[in-house]
Structures are given as C-alpha cells and as structure tokens.
C-alpha cells in the first residue's frame, strides 16, 4: 500500500482571525504569540507538529534528495510559502499526468495549507474542494479513509481562519472518529490536540484540560515524539491561561526537554516562547527576556523570532530600559522586513504600534512611525484579502487618531472598523470598536451617542461572555485595561448628578454585569448562572446597596423595596477614597496600636473619624429613608476597595453600623439563592487542623480550633473530623454520604484575586476553590443546596488588594447557599465566642442568618477583651442572609 504522506505544519501556532488573540485586545499584556495566519487557531500559545509531515513520496520509491516534493517541504519548513506554490503546482501536474489519484489527493491538500499560511482561504477552499472532487472517484477503502481524514483537518484549519470555531471542531471530531477506526493512535491523538485548540478558542478550557490531560498519560509512556512534546506544550499553556503558573511552568520544562533531546528546533523555539510567558507572570522578567533571546537566537523560522522580538520589546518598555528597546526596535525593523506577506506579517505591526503606543519615550514613540506600521499592516491585509485584519488595523489607526485629538478621523476610522467587524462577525473586535467610538463621541460632547456605543459595547460583551476568558492571557491585568474600563465608563456617564430613573437602572444592571464579568474572569469560564430577582421578592425589610468606585467619585444606587432608586453620590478622586479605605482596613486590624510609643499619641488605637467617613458616604445620606421604610437589613455589594471592609464597623458617631442593622455581603444580587430556607433540626459536619502541616509549614497552629468545634457540638448535632480524621478522602466521603444542612471548616484558608491560590488546608492536601465545589456539589443525597458554610480561619491573600474577590468566589462557588467567613485571622477565643453565641441562636431557628451573626458580634463587642473590631468585625455574611 502506498505510505500516505501530508504537508501538515511542523509547527502550528493557534492563532486565527477569530479574535483571542492578545493583539486583539486594546491595552494587551503582550504574549509569547500574536495573530499569525495559516492552520492557526485564536489562542497565541501553541504550535502542532505531526510526525511524518512530509510531502507525497510515489510508491516503490527511496526519497530523491532534489525532488520536487522535497524542495517544496524545505521551502514550507523555513517559511518561503509562496516559493512552495509552483512547485507544487508542478507536482500536482505530475501525479494528473500519471494518473497517481492518491498522490494528486495529497499534493492538493499541501497546496491548500500553504494557500491558507498565506491567508488567501478562497483559494484554499477551492484547492480543498478539487480534493474531495478528486476523493469521490476512489473506491472506500483504507487509504481512501486516510485522504478524506486528511482533508477535513486542513479544512478546519481553513474553517478557523474564517473565524468559524465549531465548523473546524466538528470537522477535527470526524478526523478523530476515522483515526479511531482506523486504529491510528498517533493520528487520533494528533487530531484530538486539534479539538484542543479549538475548545480553547470557545472558551472551554475545563473540557480542555481534560483531554490534554488524558492525551498526556497515553504518551506517557511512549518514546520522546514531536507530538509528545506539543501535548506537553498545549497542557503547559492552558495551565498557563487557568493560572496555575507553577505547573504550567514544569510541564513546558518537560517539553522543551524531549524538542532538545529531538533537536528540533522550531519545537525548541516554541517551548520557550510558551516558557517566557509563564515567566512573566509569575514576575520572572528576568527570566523571559531569557528565553526570549533564545527564541531570537534560536529560531529557524522569522515569524517565531519576531514573536519573540516583540515580547522582549514589550517588558524592556514595561520597565523604562529605553536604550535596550532602541537597539531591539532596529532589530525588529530589519525582522519585519523578512517575513513573508502573510497574517503574521499584519500581526506584529498591530502588535509593534500597540506596544510602542504605550511607551512613555517620544524617541520610540512618533505619531508617524505607528501610523506606517498600521498603514503597512492594513495594506497588507487588503492584499491578502483578510477583512478581519483590516478591522483591527483600520481600528487602531482610529486609536492613534483618537490619542493625537483628531477626533473627526478617528470617529470615521473606528465606524469603519466596526462595520468591517460586524461584517465578518468578529464580536471580540467589535465591542473594542464600539467602546472607542463611546470614547470619542464623549470627548464631541455627544452624551447621548456617547452612553449607545458604550451600551452596545457591553452588550457585546455580555454575548461573548464565554469567550472573554480566551481573549486575555493575563488573568488580571488584561482584563482590567481590556474589559473592566468599558463597564465603569458607561456606568460614569449614566450616573450624571441627580440622574433620572431609567439611566439609575440601566446603571445599576451595568454593575451587576461587572460583577458577573470580574466572576468570570476570577474563574476562568462563564459558568455562574445568573438570575434577576426582585428585592420585595426577597426581604420587604431589607435595602440593597449596588456600589461602584469611579476615577473621580464614588457612586451608590440604593434599592429599598416599592420604592424608586436613590442615588448617593461622593466627589472624591478614587486615589483618596483608596487611600481612606486603606486607613480604615489598618485602624481595624491593629488592636495593639494603642500600645506603640512609635506612633503619636492621638494617632493611637481606633481612629473613629475614619469609620464615619465611609458611613457618610454611603448611610448618612440615605438614613432617614432607611428608618422611614422599616428597614432592618443592608445588603452590600462592594465594588473594589470596599470589599476589603466589613460594612458593621461604619461608625455614625455613637454606634456601629451593625449595632442597628443586620449586615450582607452578595457578590451580585443576580447570584443569590433568594428562597428562604426553613430550618427546624439540622446537623453539623465541623472538621479543623490544629497542627502546623508540612505542606504549609509558614502557617501557625491553631490551638483554639478543638475547643470551637467542641463548642459547635455542645450546641447542634455534630461530626467532628480533627486533624488525622480531616484527610480530603474522608471530608468528601462523609460529605458525600450525610445530609448535612451546615459544613463548619476551623482551617487555614487564604482569598485571593486568583482562583488557584484560593484554598483551604486539610490534614494532607490542600483544597482550591474548584475541588471544594466538586465535592460539595457532587452530594446526591442532598434535596437542597448546603445551607450554610462556615470558614472561621481563614484571611485574605497580604498584598493582593484584590484578594477579597477570592471570598466572593468562595460565596458563589463552594456549593452552598450562604458563607459565614473571616476576612483576616482572628484570635483562636475570639473565634470560639463568636461562634458559638452564633449557632446558639442559629440552631433554634427564630433569626436569619444575618440576625444570629449581628448578636454575636453584638456579644464581643461588649466585653472587655474584645470589643475591639478586629475581634468581632473579620466576620462577614455572604450570600442568601435569611
């Protein structure tokens, strides 16, 4: 039988125009990747080689050093694709002239491939298409099999060129289901990395995971491989894009390894690429610029050297080395002029002009030197006929416009982008192009036009959710200068002083969107099912507080039940409001600060003045309504800052907050499980670590932990799972095989803005935010959610002034329906008091959730040792509060 060969890249980056790549994105943090052309899918990480990529080697035959087809393979390894096409061209003739089908079959297909490396897909697809004309005249056999498998993956590479990710995976699924009956592993597998790619692109990078996962453990034991090294690099990249950076550093380390031992240099220039990324965040800058230079140095192909070129550009701006950068920007220069007139030719002028676009030093920096690299690239793209390329560089072109005040361009340009995007639905384009034009429509003073193009663009946004994951690299950084501004900016122009009641509400849903973005990305999926819901529905007796801290202001929207919105609003810049919530947050956690010599006097203990600022900003105003509409509970949703503060310590000059009100926290009001849970006996699986653990030696011990959870027992029905019995094995059993209504965990935990370094410690392991929502979900016996989960050890991440979403991650994530939670680590009989005057009222069932932790807070704070806030304030209510 003839041995089937094909031209596949030898190594296939995943960057196509459906719009995840980082280029994309207006301020990106650059990656290892920018769009490229060819076989590339929308996610800049990764490159796929198949073994045996050669061309069609006739029967019966040894390779002829010179032939044609060898010739045209060279010319396609080192990127000379448009050299590769008469050679092919001639092939072709030659397998027609002989009658050799199979051969003919083949030779298309490669010119296809090389067609879409250059990004002329029409002609790719007609290529394609004399292929399946050429396919119908074989009889079905096993060869015939191999060919049609062959063409529909290069026609899903075509497919998500075109931006059309599900055609491509359903193409690469049938590629797999033929591979599969074949019994052609390394073919199946091959084809599986492909459907890889393409989930990615989607934004489902758990199902992702899971299948590079398995794809790792059956090359596990295979000898070293192109295709082990790039499941190894597709893993290392999704770990990468989930956050955890230690793993996806150790798995590309295993890559990089077997492309050594291959000596296959463009596997080698990958996996440092793929290295240089996980590098920079984890804050190795160092050590990208290292691996970076080796890409430079290394690379056999110029679009991989001047990926790298450009990330190395990109940190030496980052961090003001400005004679590093002018040295390295003639380099690129010269790169530039050496890649083929391809998409990745029109990808790093994009990603050059917006990574000088943000350079502080005029000499790197001139108007006209951006504007010819993007009138370059655009030029380019019309060449090539790539629309979608045309979009992004007509839009930047608008940006620049925009940022040099020539509004009545800019405006022209970015309506042209837009419309470009819309025609070749890119939405990911579109919703940065309809954010601009919000942007210079406000600066034309055209409120009205202004508030509909940023409307259109969260809208945009919100249809995309499930992709925004995709489009940022950077789990926190790209998505506060690409996603998070749009929100804010649209909520800063509806809420003008003394706002009417429609442009209330439409702000107030915008905030409840941010919310459920920053949720998103804190996960890394969309997957929160969110749900409107009516406060009269919920509690008559209780207002809700929707807060938003915007560069100039601190804006509230205030729901009391019946009744319309109010509007709070404090002119402040938000570096002050920052900076009160700073002080309040150390006045509240330092109890000693009474008996420091160091600090003046009158700057001792509690700093009450601090606590009734941020009372005025958000209750004084509205109090007298308050009490007018009987309210007894405040619900908070806390925006940036605030989320670090528990509401109960706002001081009026005589009380706590909490000294009148019951108090809440909700991550958002569309996430809360508003039924009201009627609780007659329940139990109480409590379990806790006293111990320091070796795998977490820098956390102390816990003493106090045996006496709170005997406490808990002398109150409620209990199991108590302590030290050696709190293995993960048997938390999720006992889990898994009781109905408990309550789960109280005595253990170190920390919050984090990153899901991965959220966690709780058992005995032996430690348990992230995902792991902990499996085991509580996965409970078949319960009829109802868990009511209740109690974290009375736990502390935000230090130095991480975003930690707190981790908490609301946790409230939202962990499987129940309301948690109890300590925002810092209070004393171990601190925490026992408090938790047992809590379940002493909780367990007979006569008080909300909220009114059983407002008494016993209200009990500390009455005695001696701990009427401090630090004591009785950590404790924060999240969630359903009845």
């Given at each position: 039988?003839k041995?089937?060969?094909?031209?596949?890249?030898?190594?296939?980056?995943?960057?196509?125009?459906?719009?995840?790549?980082?280029?994309?994105?207006?301020?990106?943090?650059?990656?290892?990747?920018?769009?490229?052309?060819?076989?590339?899918?929308?996610?800049?990480?990764?490159?796929?080689?198949?073994?045996?990529?050669?061309l069609?080697i006739?029967?019966?035959?040894?390779?002829?050093?010179?032939?044609?087809?060898?010739q045209?393979?060279h010319?396609?390894?080192?990127?000379?694709?448009?050299?590769?096409?008469?050679?092919?061209?001639?092939?072709?003739?030659?397998?027609?002239?002989s009658?050799?089908?199979?051969?003919?079959?083949?030779?298309?297909?490669?010119?296809a491939?090389?067609?879409?490396?250059?990004?002329?897909?029409?002609?790719?697809?007609?290529?394609?298409s004399?292929s399946?004309?050429?396919?119908?005249?074989?009889?079905?056999?096993?060869e015939?099999?191999?060919?049609?498998?062959?063409?529909?993956?290069?026609?899903?590479?075509?497919?998500?060129?075109?931006?059309?990710?599900k055609?491509a995976?359903?193409?690469?699924?049938?590629?797999?289901?033929?591979y599969?009956?074949?019994?052609?592993?390394?073919?199946?597998?091959?084809?599986?990395?492909?459907?890889?790619?393409?989930?990615?692109?989607?934004?489902?990078?758990?199902q992702?995971?899971?299948?590079?996962?398995?794809?790792?453990?059956?090359?596990?034991?295979?000898?070293?491989?192109?295709?082990?090294?790039?499941?190894?690099?597709?893993?290392?990249?999704?770990?990468?894009?989930?956050?955890k950076?230690?793993?996806?550093?150790?798995?590309?380390?295993?890559?990089?390894a077997?492309?050594?031992?291959?000596?296959?240099?463009?596997?080698?220039?990958?996996?440092?690429?793929?290295?240089?990324?996980?590098?920079?965040?984890?804050?190795?800058?160092?050590?990208?610029?290292?691996?970076y230079?080796?890409?430079?140095?290394?690379?056999?192909?110029?679009?991989?050297k001047?990926?790298?070129?450009?990330?190395?550009?990109s940190?030496?701006?980052?961090?003001?080395?400005?004679?590093q950068?002018?040295?390295?920007?003639s380099a690129?220069d010269?790169?530039?002029?050496?890649?083929?007139?391809?998409?990745?030719?029109?990808?790093?002028?994009?990603?050059?002009?917006?990574?000088?676009?943000?350079?502080?030093?005029s000499?790197?920096?001139?108007?006209?030197?951006?504007?010819?690299?993007?009138?370059?690239?655009?030029?380019?793209?019309?060449?090539?006929?790539?629309?979608?390329?045309?979009?992004?560089?007509?839009?930047?072109?608008?940006?620049?416009?925009?940022?040099?005040?020539?509004?009545?361009?800019?405006?022209?340009?970015?309506?042209?982008?837009?419309?470009?995007?819309?025609?070749?639905n890119a939405?990911?384009?579109?919703?940065?192009?309809q954010?601009?034009?919000g942007?210079?429509?406000?600066?034309?003073?055209?409120k009205?036009?202004?508030?509909?193009?940023?409307?259109?663009?969260?809208?945009?946004?919100?249809?995309?959710?499930?992709?925004?994951?995709?489009?940022?690299?950077?789990?926190?950084?790209e998505?506060?200068?690409?996603?998070?501004?749009v929100?804010?900016?649209?909520?800063?122009?509806?809420?003008?002083?003394?706002?009417?009641?429609?442009?209330?509400?439409?702000?107030?849903?915008?905030?409840?969107?941010?919310?459920?973005?920053?949720?998103d990305?804190?996960?890394?999926?969309a997957?929160?099912?969110?749900?409107?819901?009516?406060?009269?529905?919920?509690?008559?007796?209780?207002?809700?507080?929707?807060?938003?801290?915007?560069?100039?202001?601190?804006?509230?929207?205030?729901?009391?039940?019946?009744?319309?919105?109010?509007?709070?609003?404090?002119?402040?810049?938000?570096?002050?409001?920052?900076?009160?919530?700073?002080?309040?947050?150390?006045?509240?956690?330092?109890p000693?600060?009474?008996?420091?010599?160091?600090?003046?006097?009158?700057?001792?203990?509690?700093?009450k003045?601090?606590?009734?600022?941020?009372?005025?900003?958000?209750?004084?105003?509205?109090?007298?309504?308050?009490?007018?509409?009987?309210?007894?509970?405040?619900?908070?949703?806390?925006?940036?800052?605030?989320?670090?503060?528990?509401?109960?310590?706002?001081?009026?000059?005589?009380?706590?907050?909490?000294?009148k009100?019951r108090?809440?926290?909700?991550?958002?009001?569309?996430?809360?499980d508003?039924?009201?849970?009627?609780?007659?006996?329940?139990?109480?699986?409590?379990?806790?670590?006293?111990?320091?653990?070796?795998?977490?030696?820098?956390?102390?011990?816990?003493?106090?932990?045996?006496?709170?959870?005997?406490n808990?027992?002398?109150?409620?029905?209990?199991?108590?799972?302590l030290?050696?019995?709190?293995?993960?094995?048997?938390?999720?059993?006992?889990?898994?095989?009781?109905?408990?209504?309550?789960?109280?965990?005595?253990?170190?935990?920390?919050?984090?803005?990153?899901?991965?370094?959220?966690?709780?410690?058992?005995?032996?392991?430690?348990?992230?935010?995902?792991?902990?929502?499996?085991?509580i979900s996965?409970?078949?016996?319960?009829?109802?959610?868990?009511?209740?989960?109690?974290?009375?050890?736990?502390?935000?991440?230090?130095?991480?002034?975003?930690?707190?979403?981790?908490?609301?991650?946790?409230?939202?994530?962990?499987?129940?329906?309301?948690?109890?939670?300590?925002?810092?680590?209070?004393?171990d009989?601190?925490?026992?008091?408090?938790?047992?005057?809590?379940?002493?009222?909780?367990?007979k069932?006569?008080?909300?959730?909220?009114?059983?932790?407002?008494?016993?807070?209200?009990?500390?704070?009455?005695?001696?040792?701990?009427?401090?806030?630090?004591?009785?304030?950590?404790?924060?209510?999240?969630?359903?509060?009845?």
């Amino acid at each position: 039988m003839k041995k089937l060969s094909f031209l596949i890249p030898i190594a296939l980056t995943c960057f196509l125009p459906s719009g995840k790549a980082l280029s994309n994105s207006r301020f990106p943090i650059p990656d290892s990747r920018f769009p490229t052309p060819d076989s590339r899918l929308p996610i800049p990480d990764s490159r796929l080689p198949i073994p045996n990529s050669r061309l069609p080697i006739p029967d019966s035959r040894l390779p002829i050093p010179d032939s044609l087809e060898q010739q045209a393979q060279h010319l396609y390894e080192t990127g000379q694709y448009q050299e590769a096409i008469p050679l092919l061209e001639q092939v072709i003739s030659n397998y027609s002239d002989s009658g050799d089908i199979i051969g003919e079959i083949n030779s298309l297909v490669n010119l296809a491939l090389v067609y879409q490396r250059l990004g002329n897909l029409e002609q790719a697809q007609e290529t394609l298409s004399q292929s399946y004309s050429k396919l119908s005249q074989l009889h079905n056999t096993k060869e015939r099999q191999e060919l049609q498998a062959q063409i529909l993956s290069v026609e899903g590479q075509v497919y998500l060129s075109l931006g059309d990710v599900k055609k491509a995976l359903t193409n690469w699924e049938k590629t797999s289901d033929i591979y599969e009956d074949l019994g052609d592993l390394n073919r199946l597998t091959e084809s599986q990395i492909y459907q890889v790619q393409a989930l990615r692109s989607l934004g489902l990078y758990n199902q992702a995971t899971k299948t590079l996962t398995q794809i790792k453990e059956t090359l596990q034991e295979q000898p070293d491989s192109k295709l082990k090294s790039t499941a190894l690099q597709y893993l290392g990249n999704i770990l990468r894009r989930v956050g955890k950076f230690q793993d996806s550093q150790e798995i590309l380390q295993q890559s990089l390894a077997i492309a050594e031992n291959l000596s296959n240099q463009t596997l080698i220039a990958e996996s440092l690429l793929s290295l240089g990324d996980t590098a920079r965040l984890l804050g190795k800058t160092e050590d990208a610029l290292d691996f970076y230079q080796r890409v430079v140095e290394e690379s056999p192909l110029p679009d991989l050297k001047i990926q790298g070129q450009l990330n190395q550009l990109s940190i030496l701006i980052a961090n003001q080395e400005w004679s590093q950068a002018r040295r390295l920007l003639s380099a690129i220069d010269y790169t530039l002029t050496t890649l083929s007139p391809n998409q990745t030719a029109i990808s790093a002028r994009i990603n050059l002009a917006q990574t000088l676009s943000k350079s502080q030093n005029s000499q790197l920096k001139t108007p006209n030197s951006l504007a010819t690299y993007l009138t370059d690239a655009l030029k380019l793209a019309r060449e090539l006929g790539d629309r979608r390329a045309e979009a992004e560089a007509i839009g930047n072109l608008g940006t620049l416009y925009e940022q040099q005040s020539r509004l009545d361009d800019a405006q022209k340009l970015t309506e042209k982008a837009l419309l470009i995007a819309q025609q070749v639905n890119a939405p990911d384009l579109g919703y940065q192009w309809q954010w601009q034009l919000g942007r210079i429509l406000n600066q034309k003073a055209d409120k009205k036009g202004a508030i509909a193009a940023y409307s259109q663009s969260v809208q945009t946004l919100q249809s995309i959710r499930s992709d925004l994951v995709a489009i940022s690299s950077d789990i926190q950084f790209e998505f506060r200068e690409s996603v998070e501004p749009v929100y804010r900016e649209l909520v800063g122009l509806l809420l003008e002083p003394n706002a009417p009641q429609e442009n209330l509400k439409q702000a107030r849903d915008v905030i409840e969107s941010l919310q459920l973005a920053e949720l998103d990305n804190f996960f890394r999926d969309a997957c929160l099912d969110a749900k409107p819901v009516n406060i009269d529905e919920i509690d008559p007796n209780a207002a809700i507080f929707d807060t938003i801290i915007l560069p100039d202001r601190l804006e509230v929207i205030v729901t009391l039940p019946g009744q319309p919105l109010r509007q709070i609003t404090t002119n402040l810049p938000q570096t002050k409001i920052e900076r009160q919530l700073k002080w309040v947050l150390r006045d509240i956690t330092n109890p000693w600060r009474a008996q420091r010599t160091d600090i003046p006097e009158h700057l001792r203990g509690l700093q009450k003045k601090n606590l009734q600022k941020i009372h005025d900003w958000l209750i004084t105003p509205i109090e007298a309504e308050l009490a007018k509409s009987n309210i007894r509970t405040l619900v908070f949703i806390p925006d940036g800052a605030l989320r670090n503060i528990p509401m109960s310590v706002l001081h009026d000059g005589e009380n706590y907050l909490v000294e009148k009100y019951r108090i809440a926290v909700a991550p958002s009001l569309q996430l809360i499980d508003s039924q009201a849970n009627v609780r007659e006996k329940f139990s109480v699986l409590t379990a806790g670590v006293t111990e320091t653990r070796p795998h977490r030696p820098n956390l102390a011990p816990l003493p106090g932990v045996k006496v709170e959870l005997d406490n808990i027992k002398a109150q409620v029905p209990s199991l108590i799972l302590l030290n050696e019995s709190f293995t993960e094995s048997n938390f999720n059993t006992e889990v898994n095989s009781s109905a408990y209504e309550v789960l109280h965990l005595a253990t170190h935990g920390q919050f984090s803005s990153v899901a991965e370094e959220t966690f709780l410690l058992t005995w032996d392991e430690v348990i992230n935010l995902n792991e902990l929502n499996s085991m509580i979900s996965a409970d078949q016996k319960q009829k109802n959610p868990i009511e209740l989960l109690v974290l009375s050890a736990c502390q935000t991440a230090k130095g991480d002034s975003r930690a707190a979403l981790g908490l609301a991650g946790i409230a939202v994530r962990g499987g129940a329906r309301s948690t109890l939670a300590s925002l810092w680590s209070v004393s171990d009989r601190a925490t026992s008091d408090l938790m047992t005057h809590f379940y002493q009222r909780f367990a007979k069932g006569e008080v909300t959730k909220a009114e059983a932790l407002r008494q016993a807070q209200l009990e500390l704070l009455q005695t001696e040792d701990f009427n401090h806030p630090f004591y009785w304030s950590a404790f924060i209510l999240l969630g359903n509060w009845l």
